[in-house]
């Protein structure tokens, strides 16, 4: 079965360090999307991507942040500046333009895990 | 703006149990995922429903699109169901939008 895949599984980095989490969506999905979990938390929305622009994003998502689809396979989410306050499981996931099995493929990958210190 | 409530928060069943979780929400949606996480933190698709009801194994979700309700059933339950089950909603398009979450249901299964 077609799987998101999301690197690095586990990335600590400095507080002001930039940070780049990785994401290989489905290769014929069309919509991509960042997602955000703070320990204990509800899972949080950050970003919509679609044809190559972001079509929705939550309050969430500031001028720290960024997504590119650099090559037309990775997806990328971007932190410019790192807060303590970013330390959280980032997931990505994306979901077809066509209907694709019971869920319209809306496919989460594993997720990264962001330690700042 | 989408509140998604869930509940219980937390559910302990004996191996065997049946099992339900409810989901609610407050304003109208497209589409209702139910979601399964794992103690490692990945999150897998169970079903995502319109209307009506899904049946996968042991697995049974049911949405009440008037009620703005939707439950997830586990029959026969086992200590590998252990997870957390979290309803989230969407309101784009039918195979687009953002997911709105619930602060999901800790279930824990005994042998």
């Known amino acids: 079965e077609p799987e998101v895949t999301q690197t690095p599984s586990h990335q600590v980095t400095q507080m002001g360090q930039e940070v780049i989490l990785r994401c290989v969506p489905i290769?014929?999905?069309?919509?991509f999307y960042w997602y955000r979990q703070i320990l204990g938390q509800k899972v949080e929305f950050l970003v919509s991507?679609?044809?190559?622009?972001?079509?929705?994003k939550s309050e969430i998502f500031d001028d720290q942040f960024s997504v590119e689809r650099p090559d037309g396979s990775n997806f990328t989410l971007k932190i410019r500046s790192t807060k303590l306050e970013d330390s959280a499981m980032y997931f990505c996931?994306?979901?077809?333009?066509?209907?694709?099995?019971?869920?319209?493929?809306?496919?989460f990958g594993s997720g990264t895990r962001l330690t700042v210190v | 703006k989408n509140e998604v409530e869930q509940s219980p928060q937390n559910l302990t069943a004996q191996e065997g149990e049946f099992i339900t979780i409810n989901c609610s929400y407050s304003?109208?949606?497209?589409?209702l995922h139910w979601l399964q996480q794992h103690p490692g933190g990945g999150i897998v698709s169970l079903f995502m429903?319109?209307?009506g009801k899904k049946k996968h194994g042991r697995l049974i979700a049911t949405i009440n699109i008037q009620e703005k309700h939707s439950s997830l059933h586990i029959t026969a339950s086992h200590p590998r169901d252990s997870a957390v089950y979290i309803c989230?909603?969407?309101?784009?398009?039918?195979?687009?939008?953002?997911?709105?979450f619930g602060q999901g249901t800790i279930l824990t299964v005994h042998p």
């Open positions: 996931a994306s979901s077809g333009g066509l209907r694709t099995g019971s869920n319209y493929g809306y496919t």
């Open positions: 290769s014929n999905h069309l919509y």
């Open positions: 991507f679609y044809n190559n622009e972001i079509s929705e």
């Open positions: 304003v109208g949606i497209s589409a």
């Open positions: 429903l319109s209307s």
């Open positions: 989230a909603v969407r309101s784009g398009g039918t195979s687009y939008g953002k997911l709105t």
